[in-house]
């Protein structure tokens, strides 16, 4: 398959961005062609009703377009989505045709938080839902993620490293349903 993934922070040091290696090598490794989108590939301009979309912009439209489905791995801030990813969003939701309609997504986020992001993820279902993704019900939190995740990505705490395939096999079973 043909995977996306975004997320991480424009921190150097980003813990989801972490993450996100380490989904993007599993699925990788599964046979799945992967395009990653983290860290300085989202410094995009604030969106502006007249703007053009940059180059980047455009980079991320075409990869969720030809993506079967796209992973997101986003911090919280504040209980919801950093602006620098909501504002991504956003600008790809002025894009035609929009890439988010029907779109599977798998939902992550790492936290040195006891909740591990889980809160922010409640608003990025609320703005998939609106954009037309469908996001799966199940997702990918790593609570205290600053001891938990190692150097490559992978959780330390067996529970959660367990869940890691488990969660990767619900989302390619579902785009599997929704696009083959
Ligand atoms: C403005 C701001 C708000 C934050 N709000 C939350 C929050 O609501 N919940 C939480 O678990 N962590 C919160 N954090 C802490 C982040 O989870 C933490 O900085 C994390 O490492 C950010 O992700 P990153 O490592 O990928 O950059 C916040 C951090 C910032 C800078």
Same mark, same amino acid.
């Given at each position: 398959m043909r995977l996306a993934l975004m997320g991480g922070s424009? =921190?150097? #040091?980003?813990l989801n961005t972490r993450l996100l290696r380490q989904l993007a090598a599993q699925l990788e490794a599964r046979g799945h062609e992967v395009s990653t989108f983290a860290g300085e590939a989202l =410094?995009?301009? *604030?969106?502006?009703?007249g703007n053009v979309a940059t180059a980047e912009i455009l980079a991320l439209h075409g990869a969720l377009q030809a993506a079967q489905g796209l992973v997101i791995v986003s911090p919280e801030y504040n209980a919801g989505i950093p602006g620098h990813l909501k504002n991504a969003v956003d600008w790809l939701s002025t *894009?035609?045709?929009?890439?988010?309609?029907?779109l599977p997504v798998l939902l992550c986020a790492a936290s040195? #938080?006891?909740? #591990?992001g889980a809160r922010g993820l409640v608003t990025w279902r609320t703005t998939l839902a609106n954009m037309g993704a469908l996001a799966l019900p199940e997702a990918l939190t790593v609570p205290h993620a600053d001891q938990q995740l190692d150097e490559q990505g992978a959780p330390r705490d067996p529970r959660t490293l367990a869940a890691v395939p488990k969660i990767l096999d619900s989302f390619l079973s579902l785009v599997t349903r929704l696009r083959s």
């Open positions: 424009l =921190r150097p #040091g980003s =410094r995009w301009p *604030l969106y502006e009703e *894009l035609k045709p929009s890439p988010w309609h029907g040195p #938080g006891a909740f #591990g």
